[in-house]
C-alpha cells in the first residue's frame, strides 16, 4: 500500500512539473513578444544614449520593479558569498559583454547578417551539453534547429551578399554574443538550484547596476536630452523587457533548461519584425510571413522534443 501511495505521489508530481514546463513555454512566448518590441524602444534610445549607458538605466528600473517584488513575497536568504564567482560570471558575460558585443556589432555588419549568426545560439548549446554533460540531441532537435535557421533568413529578407559586408570585428563580436548568452544560461541555471526566481534575479540585477554605475555617472547625456518619449521607452524596457522579461528567462531556465529556453530565442526575428511593421512603417513580404511560420513550426516541434 505505501509502495502505491508513494508511485501515486510521484505520478502527480511529475504531472504537476509537465504543466509547470507548458505554463513556462507559454511564458517564455509572452517574454519574446516583448523583447520584440523592446527592440524598438531600444533603437530609439540609443540615438541618446550609448548603449552600456542603456544597460545600465533600463536595469535600474528592472532591479526598482524586482526588488519590490523580492522583498514583499520572498523571504529566503538573499546571497552565499560562495556563489559570487557564479554570479559575476553570469552578470559578466550575459548582461554587460553581451549587450555591449551586440549593440557595437551593428556599426559593422547589417542586423540582418547579425541576426543570422545570433540564430546559431541554440547550436552551441546543443554541443555544450553534448561535450559537457553528455546529453545527445536528436536528429529531429539538430534537423529542426537549422529549419528554424534558415526560416529566420527569410523573414528578416536576409539576402547572402551581406556577408560580405561584415568586417572581422563584427563577425567576432557577433559571435561573443553567442557564447556569452551561453554561459549565461547555464551559470544562472545551476545557480537556480540555490535560489528562487526572484532572488537570482535580484542579485544579478544589483551587480549590473553596481558595475555600471560609474561608467553611467561618466558618459551619460545631460538631463535635458531625457525626454518623455526617452523616460517611457526605458520605463518599458524596464519593467516589462528586463523586469519581468527576465524573471521569466530565470524561471525557464530551472523548468526547462538553458538549450530549450534559448531557442525561444529563434522566435525574436519574427516579434522585433511584427512590431517594425506595426509602430515604424516597415514593410513584410509575403515571403517573410512564409518564414515566420516556419520558424514557429519548427521551433515548435523542436521545444516538443527537448521537453521529452
Known sequence: MAGENLGKREMTEQAEFQKSKRWMCFCMCLAVTAWGLGYVFAKNALEVLDPLCLVFYKYVVALALVAAIRFRNDRSRPFRKKDIWLLLASVVFGEIVYFYAEYSALAFMPISLLTIILSFTPIVAIAIEAVVYRRLANKKVVVGIFVCVAGIALVIGFDWHVLLEGRIYGYLLAFTCVICWNVYNFVTASLHERYTTVTLTLNQLILVVGMLLPY?????????EFTPALIGGLLYIGLISSGLGFLILVRALHFLGPTTTVLFSNFLPVSATF??????????A?????????????GYVVIKEKGK
Not at 553611467?216 to 535635458?224: F, K, M, R
Open 286 to 298: 509575403p515571403l517573410q510571413c512564409v518564414g515566420g511560420a516556419v520558424v514557429i513550426g519548427a
Open 275 to 284: 512590431f517594425g511593421w506595426l509602430l515604424l512603417n516597415e514593410t513584410i
Open 216 to 224: 553611467a555617472l561618466a558618459y551619460s547625456p545631460p538631463l535635458a
